[in-house]
């Protein structure tokens, strides 16, 4: 693992959210700096950027805060295997096998509602085409 430091703009860069944002997921507890530096400036490493773009990847399917807490929290502890005995180790499985199938009807369900977007955009430029120029479309 890279124990290179980063500042909170770098990642902001990085992982394409505003300090703000990142701040908020500090302060809900989803992401704590690696460290502090003497200034008092938020230091991160790569592995805290890998767990603010799960979060970033997770937040357009729709999930709450405290569903990204409970999957990191399985992840966190899935990576910690010599914590984990094998029922822990199942169980903590389960559960992120739960957020992928979640994450799959999420995106089809995301696929269904482009589709129709797609089809009414075409709807409306067929419109537009069929009035021709200058003309507005018939009602």
């Known amino acids: 693992m890279d124990d290179k430091h980063m500042q909170i703009g770098e990642v902001a860069a990085r992982t394409e ?80 096998r739960a957020y992928e199938q979640d994450a799959a009807r999420k995106i089809e369900e995301l696929r269904v509602q482009l589709s129709r977007a797609e089809d009414f955009a075409a709807t409306l430029r067929s419109r537009l085409d069929a009035a021709g120029p200058g003309r507005e479309p018939a009602t």
Do not use: C, N
């Not at 990142?22 to 592995?47: C, K």
């Not at 767990?51 to 999957?71: C, H, N």
């Not at 914590?83 to 169980?91: C, K, L, N, T």
């Open 17 to 96: 959210l505003s300090l703000r944002t990142i701040r908020h997921y500090e302060e809900t507890g989803l992401v704590i700096p690696s460290a502090r530096s003497q200034g008092g400036f938020r230091l991160y490493t790569e592995s805290d950027v890998q767990r603010l773009m799960v979060i970033r990847r997770m937040k357009p399917l729709g999930f709450s805060l405290d569903q990204m807490r409970d999957l990191l929290d399985a992840t966190d502890r899935l990576d910690d295997a010599e914590s984990a005995d094998g029922a822990e180790r199942d169980a903590l499985l389960e559960r992120v």
